[in-house]
């Protein structure tokens, strides 16, 4: 039996999409798949998305350890795909939100980031984008999306020290929008999506439009040349070497 790496939850109008990917959730490209078959059915039969993992890990991020037996050209494919599933849920014509209750690391914040609104739980949930620490840089998509999140400064100083925050620091900065307890924060959020998929869907997917639009003009002009820049990095000797260092803990 096919393992399901993603849940699709009916809580009409709203569908919630549960990463299943084991405790930590670690994104590899039958997760990217598996999200991205989910994210055509919510645009075909639904008023809007939550994006929701475990409660000890929203995600650690992407699957290092698998990742690493990936050539050059399987490397690049993987990475394609990632950005293209990013970019279907950044500009989903609905309202989507992230109910982020366990850890979202690197990758994870990066899924959090494409959602319209993130609302996470109270407590030592750790959120941020630490590829600096593993001599990469953050992915072009995800650079793009933190800006507009929460300000040129704030992106600036979480992108060059690769720092991970808790929930309630994220929010000050405008990461997260709000906080709750554990308990309540997936229902807040399909109760928030519930309520503007009410709105007329055509206005909805106009105005949002408008946000994600120029966003999405910039990274398809440059994305590409981005995308080689970051292999190349991957595979130097030194990245390597922290690649495997942290595929350890996984």
Known sequence: MEKQTVRMENQDPVAVLRLSNGVTNPIGL???ESLSDSLDRVRASYGGAVLAGGNKFFSIG????????????????FWNAFD???????CLPMPTACAICGHAVAGGTIL?????????????KLLGLNEIRLGLPVP???????????GDRDATRLLYFGELVESESARSMGMIDSVFPEGDTERVAVEKIAQLSHFP?????AIKENRVAPLRARFE?????????????WFSPHVRGLLEEAAKKF
Do not use: H
């Not at 959090?112 to 030592?124: H, N, T, V």
């Not at 002009?221 to 990095?233: F, I, M, N, P, V």
């Open 62 to 77: 992407l699957d290092i350890p698998s990742l690493l037996c990936l050539d050059r050209s399987r490397m690049r494919d």
């Open 112 to 124: 959090a980031l494409a959602c319209d609104f993130r609302f996470a739980a109270s407590g030592r």
């Open 30 to 32: 039958e997760l990217l």
């Open 140 to 150: 072009y998509l995800a650079d793009l999306m933190l800006r507009q999140a929460v």
């Open 221 to 233: 002009k440059r994305g590409k040349e981005k995308t080689e820049q970051l292999l190349d990095l």
């Open 84 to 90: 293209r599933v990013v970019l279907k849920l950044f």
């Open 201 to 205: 869907k055509e206005a909805f997917a």
